[in-house]
C-alpha cells in the first residue's frame, strides 16, 4: 500500500477509528510548533486552532472593509447634499471641487469644463483646457488612477509634488443604459502620496463622483 491506498481506505471506511480508538491515543505527530510529539487528537486541534485563527483574520478584514465603504457611503451623500443645497449655478463648479478636497480629505482637486453656455464661459473653471486634454478625456472610458506621469491635467492641480493622481471624466448624462455621453469636464484629484492612488484600487466610487458631478454640472452646458 501506498499513502493514496492509505488515504482512500480512511476515505471509504471512516468507522475505522471508531472501531479502533486506541490508534487516536497512540499515534505520534510531531507538532510544527514546539516539534515535540503530540498526539493525534492534539494535532487535530492544532489544525483547527489554525483554522479558526485564518477565519478570524479574514472576518476582521471582511469587518474593516465593511467600515471602510461605510465611511465612504457617508461622505459620498454628504458630498451630494452639499451639491443638491446648492441654487447658485455659479457656485456649482466649485461646490463639486471644494466639496471633493474637504469631505474625502484629497490634498488637491482641479476641475475644467467646455462647451459651456455663454453665461459661464468667463469662469476661471473654463480657462485653459487644450484640444489635447478633451481628446483625453473623451477617451477616458474609465476613471484613472495612478502615478503622475507628467498629464498635462497635473499642472491645474498648481503644486509640484503630487505624486500620485485620479483623474475622472465628466460626461453628459445618458438616459440609454450602457452607453457614455460626450465628455465635457475632466475631474483631476491630486496627492503627494504615491499610494494614495494607485492602479490596484477600486474605482466603483470614483465612477459615481463621475457620474453624479456630471449630472449636476450638466445645467452649465450650452
Request: glycine share 8%.
Amino acid at each position: 500500500m501506498n499513502a493514496q491506498d492509505v488515504v482512500t481506505f480512511l476515505q471509504t471506511n471512516p468507522q475505522f477509528f471508531e472501531d479502533h480508538a486506541e490508534l487516536l491515543a497512540s499515534v505520534q505527530l510531531t507538532s510544527p510548533h514546539s516539534h515535540r510529539a503530540v498526539s493525534l487528537q492534539e494535532r487535530q486541534m492544532e489544525i483547527l486552532r489554525e483554522k479558526n485563527k485564518g477565519l478570524e483574520l479574514k472576518l476582521a478584514d471582511l469587518v474593516r472593509h465593511g467600515h471602510d465603504n461605510d465611511r465612504t457611503q457617508q461622505r459620498m451623500h454628504a458630498w451630494q447634499l452639499r451639491l443638491l443645497a446648492e441654487v447658485d449655478s455659479h457656485a456649482l463648479p466649485y461646490a463639486v471641487q471644494d466639496g471633493l478636497q474637504q469631505v474625502f480629505e484629497v490634498p488637491v482637486v482641479a476641475l475644467k469644463l467646455w462647451h459651456v453656455a455663454e453665461g459661464y464661459a468667463h469662469m476661471e473653471v473654463t480657462q485653459g483646457v487644450s484640444e489635447d486634454v478633451r481628446l483625453f478625456a473623451e477617451g477616458l472610458r474609465a476613471p484613472y488612477c495612478g502615478p503622475n506621469s507628467g498629464f498635462e491635467a497635473a499642472a491645474w492641480l498648481e503644486r509640484d509634488d503630487i505624486a500620485s493622481l485620479a483623474m475622472v471624466t465628466l460626461r453628459v448624462p445618458s438616459r440609454e443604459p450602457g452607453t457614455l455621453g460626450a465628455a465635457f469636464g475632466l475631474l483631476v484629484l491630486g496627492s503627494p502620496e504615491a499610494r494614495r492612488f494607485h492602479e490596484g484600487m477600486g474605482t466603483a466610487y470614483l465612477a459615481q463622483i463621475g457620474e453624479v458631478a456630471g449630472a449636476a454640472l450638466n445645467r452649465l452646458r450650452d
